[in-house]
């Protein structure tokens, strides 16, 4: 099986991601994400609700995002990267919610309800590339194939949630995370791969061309899952957090449209109806206060088990193609995909004047480092098509740096940069495209850019 056979039916599929969890607020992100054990402001419905009882005033919050994608392809025979690197920019919403505490509630014990809308997933992507390959023989034959892919979109969720206080040392909380086309019209993807080839007996008859474009929309997406989130403080140091996603299942609407402009001139509709089963997700983490109350250290630990990622297409015309990974669209059996485990560490320094009584003004430093797979299927091709994949996941790591003030006990504003990185990734980027090489790869760089504020009534 040829590269470019295989790059003629990726053309018609989509290039294959994986989904990375966005993350919210820029204090939380500034840390590296190490918040579950924290979890004291407006984002705590995103981290882990259980921290909501901390939060003592009614507050609104607001967070912006700016994000930098880019894609380079590693050394590989036949793809020609045009230019090198691809980038994509965008910038968004990140997080919005009111927090609003409730101060009489049986035994005294706290109780806060807050609604949020959160950006979940992002998958906005882009690549330009071509494939050149020339076929030994007597008569030697190039053929020269370039995409052109456009990926654009995303979801976000509605999240009412509440916290109560069990004890003194312990509070509980839950989030229903309600993503509804109707309730907000963002939540869907495009998709657009359009491609030209050329086919070429060297030294021989003038070549043939083709082209063609493909656009898939994915619309009407709906799903409910739940965040279940616990926090607990045995002593004025110390604080243990733990939360729970619940897996889900989701259904979206597709709409392909294939057009084939050369050699000849063809148009097909296709109307389909998926169903995406989610994985669910564990983390814990653990936070120590300093004596002096300046600086804090937060540890996080996350697991998800990818294998339970799905898609379920009922109008597929062959068993194997019914429930395949949506990771690189390769039937299940063929995709295994092991299970992530990402850690993150974070650290938050207060500068207090410990001269003044009051601290009109209250600045704050922060770091983190994390360790945060994506899942993959670690696949292999072969003269005889893909192999099946030993499930590995692919390694990224990161940064993150951030700052913030407090203004005189009503405004908060923080800013946080982050920074991920893989290198030798996505090799699953055309998997199932039968693309006879084994060391495609990319390196992958990520830029993230947040902007916090905070209105405390």
């Given at each position: 099986m040829t590269l470019i056979a295989g790059l003629a039916a990726s053309a018609q599929d989509i290039i294959n991601s994986s989904p990375s969890p966005v993350g919210s607020g820029a204090r939380a992100l500034g840390m590296g994400g190490a918040f579950i054990?924290?979890?004291?402001?407006?984002?705590s419905a995103s981290w882990n609700p259980g921290g909501l009882t901390q939060l003592e005033r009614p507050e609104l919050s607001l967070v912006y995002s700016w994000k930098s994608f880019g894609e380079e392809f590693a050394s590989t025979y036949h793809l020609e990267p045009d230019g090198g690197m691809f980038d994509v920019d965008m910038d968004d919403i990140n997080y919005f919610s009111y927090v609003y505490p409730i101060k009489r509630t049986f035994a005294g014990r706290n109780f806060v309800l807050s609604l949020n809308y959160q950006k979940k997933f992002d998958f906005?992507?882009?690549?330009?590339?071509?494939?050149?390959?020339?076929?030994?023989?007597?008569?030697?034959?190039?053929?020269?194939?370039?995409?052109k892919y456009r990926q654009d979109g995303g979801l976000s969720s509605l999240s009412p949630a509440f916290g109560f206080e069990i004890t003194d040392q312990l509070s509980m909380g839950i989030a229903m995370n309600i993503f509804d086309s109707d309730l907000l019209p963002g939540n869907e993807w495009k998709i657009r791969n359009e491609y030209r080839s050329r086919f070429n007996v060297l030294g021989g008859a003038s070549p043939i061309y083709g082209a063609g474009r493909t656009d898939d929309d994915f619309t009407n997406y709906e799903a409910t899952n739940f965040t279940i989130g616990a926090l607990y403080k045995p002593n004025d140091r110390w604080s243990?957090?733990?939360?729970?996603?619940?897996?889900?299942?989701?259904e979206v609407d597709n709409r392909q449209i294939k057009r084939t402009y050369f050699p000849i001139q063809r148009i097909a509709v296709k109307n389909s109806h998926f169903k995406y089963e989610w994985p669910e997700a564990l983390g814990i983490g653990a936070a120590y206060r300093f004596p002096n109350d300046k600086l804090t250290l937060s540890l996080d630990v996350t697991w998800r088990p990818w294998d339970d990622f799905v898609k379920t297409d009922n109008h597929a015309t062959s068993a194997g193609r019914k429930r395949v990974s949506p990771i690189t669209g390769?039937?299940?059996?063929?995709?295994?995909?092991?299970?992530?485990?990402?850690?993150?560490?974070?650290?938050?320094?207060?500068?207090?004047?410990?001269?003044?009584?009051?601290?009109?003004?209250?600045?704050?430093?922060?770091?983190?480092l994390f360790y945060d797979p994506e899942p993959a299927s670690g696949r292999k091709d072969s003269f005889f098509g893909t192999l099946k994949g030993n499930g590995e996941p692919d390694d990224y790591y990161g940064f993150a740096i951030g700052g913030g003030v407090l203004i005189k006990s009503r405004v908060n504003i923080d800013a946080a940069y982050q920074y991920r990185f893989g290198n030798?990734?996505?090799?699953?980027t055309f998997a199932g495209a039968g693309v006879f090489e084994t060391n495609f790869s990319e390196d992958v760089q990520q830029h993230y850019f947040y902007l916090s504020t905070v209105i405390y009534f």
């Open positions: 054990a924290i979890a004291d402001d407006a984002t906005d992507r882009s690549l330009d590339l071509r494939a050149r390959e020339i076929s030994p023989g007597i008569t030697p034959i190039e053929t020269v194939f370039d995409i243990i957090g733990a939360v729970y996603h619940t897996a889900y299942t989701a390769l039937p299940k059996s063929q995709s295994p995909h092991d299970d992530t485990w990402t850690v993150r560490l974070g650290g938050e320094y207060v500068f207090v004047d410990e001269t003044k009584p009051r601290q009109d003004y209250l600045y704050a430093l922060r770091a983190g030798g990734v996505r090799r699953d």
